[in-house]
């Protein structure tokens, strides 16, 4: 059974940069395709970005496209979310979720494995 832990939240201003990580234990994880999703206080959890168990695919919703970047080390365990351009509405706990199955549509609900979530603020 994989586990999944998220870092790198905190406090940044809108239009500022973070770079969230997703680590995992257990022996599969190279296997999975890793995905971030967000949920602010009052909304649904939200998918924002995929990348496929090698690293060499990856997709994003057009709410993050151009601003947020995915990327994994597989030889550490590391899945990585760089936020760029973080805008108020970002601020929201952030999710990493695993799945064998690599995501590629907006609808995306995640798999059955999830992280404890991190928190990230956007001040205005």
């Known amino acids: 059974q994989e586990q999944l832990g998220e870092s790198g939240g905190g406090l940044v201003q809108a239009g500022g940069s973070l770079r969230l990580s997703c680590t995992a234990s257990?022996?599969?994880?190279?296997?999975?395709?890793i995905s971030w999703f967000r949920q602010a206080p009052g909304n649904e959890r939200e998918f924002l970005a995929s990348?496929?168990?090698?690293?060499?695919?990856?997709y994003y919703t057009d709410s993050v496209k151009g601003r947020f970047t995915i990327s994994r080390d597989t030889a550490k365990n590391m899945v990585y979310l760089q936020m760029n351009s973080l805008k108020p509405e970002g601020a929201a706990v952030y999710y990493c979720?695993?799945?064998?199955?690599?995501?590629?549509?907006?609808?995306?609900?995640?798999?059955?494995?999830w992280g404890q979530g991190t928190q990230v603020t956007v001040s205005s």
């Open positions: 257990g022996r599969t994880f190279s296997r999975y395709a």
């Open positions: 990348i496929d168990y090698s690293g060499r695919s990856t």
């Open positions: 979720n695993a799945d064998p199955q690599f995501p590629i549509t907006d609808d995306y609900l995640g798999g059955g494995c």
